[in-house]
């Protein structure tokens, strides 16, 4: 019973609501701080149940400045309750809810006042100008948008229509590859097949060269031991098949830092360090140290350096050693390149190879299939890398409906007190010294990274010049509505990382607003 006589109240209540409604406008009676989607939760003959359903209290408890709900539902309109919610109407402007702890602060919060009842606070009610001043605003926001949404439509056509040149392009190219590919074939064939037989022709021409080089090698050896032989004979002064230091002392040829004696070092050096060598020492080893000496001295060693000064150099290198400090190393590696420095003895160059006639036609044949091949084979490598870069192209993500391509290519500027920014969509972020110095790179292309509702309202650009003791630098770009493409702001937040903002039509997209701005039911 009691039940039907409650749905009957909050039915007569809720009649009583909408007929002063329709009276009011939008002025329902109801507890104060309380919202109008709210307002058939407070029946006046009815006790109150606390949203929770924690408790039921006489409804002359609602708002009597004492907190019965732990979920704060009994105190809309009084500060009682720590975390109450009050709302305000702000009829010609925006309702808004506030924390009831501002309810008579003494402070302001809605505009038209209504959270300072009784606090004595003086509230200008200035919801009206408000309200004027935002739908002002909003008007202009829709006129942007407007004007936005038409650029980003021809945007967008540009986009569309750059990519689709671009599938036509691939497919002319891809068709052109095809062919390339198979004359490439071709003339890998053709180039094969000349080169056999070049091969096979050249064959005797290079066993013919090998056999003379092995006749040359083996004839300058002999040469060599020869004049080896003769001079070991010479430096043995008696002839007891050694050459020892003293007997070295002897000649003028081994005084190597020119001081008028030979000594025992400078004659042990040409012995390699030992006291006497036998023929086959002196053959092998000896004679290799001593000929550049004896070259010198008859002016026939050819060097790239003046043949005095290379002896100079030597001596200094190698007798020298206790004035040598730091540049010890050094000197070490050149001693032993000079040590083992060959005497370039003077010889002909052997005269070019002549070729038979039908030898000489197989050669050319070759070498023509060859260019042929290598004209083909990089014709092939061109428009592979033609093919990649509109592939490239292609995969870029320009937006939904291709709006961002145009701006590929572009780059757009914001000057600071120090610096010049560049924004490079696609491509990089960059800063320069306004004194003109080096750019630095604030990042490369990396993705589109904004919230699941919309990514494209935020670009990320990452891998940038590592920053002093620090990351990489990056760069994120917030992308807004603009009636131009524009960079209007630059800022560091943290330590080489940059945010941009960046104004552009293609941005201009019609998204479901904030679900607050449209909270105007009560305007
Ligand atoms: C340069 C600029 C700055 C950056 C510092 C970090 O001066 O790139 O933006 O903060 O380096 O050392």
Redesign the pocket.
Known sequence: MDFWKGVLNNFFYILLLNLLYGVLGSEVLRPRGVSLSRAPLYNPEEAFTCFDKSKSIPFSHVNDDYCDCSDASDEPGTSACPHGIFYCVNAGFKPMNIGSSRVNDGICDCCDGADEYASGAKCINNCVELGRFAREKELQREELLKAGKQLREEFSQKGIQEKQQRKEKLMEIEKNKEEADRVKAEKEKLKNEAEELENTALDYYRKLEEEQNKQKAEAEALKLRVEASDAFNRYDLDQDGKVSFSELQQFETFDKDKNGEVSEEEAKYFLIDQEEADIEKFVSDVWNRIKPYLMIESGSFRDTKDSDEKAVEEEEGEFNEEEQTEEDGEDEEENTEKEQQEPEVQEESPPPIVYDDETQKLVDAATAARNEFSNAESAVKDLEAEIRDIKEYLEKDFGPDEEYAPLLGQCFEYVDHE?VYKLCPFDKTV?Q?KSGSME?R?GSWGHWSGPDHNRYERMTFERG?A????PQ?STVVTVTCGSDNKLTSVT?PN??E?VFEFSTPAACYDLARDPQENAHDEL
Do not use: D, I, S, V
């Open positions: 610096y800063q010294p630095t604030l010049q920053c002093w003791n620090g630098r560091e330590k080489c940059y």
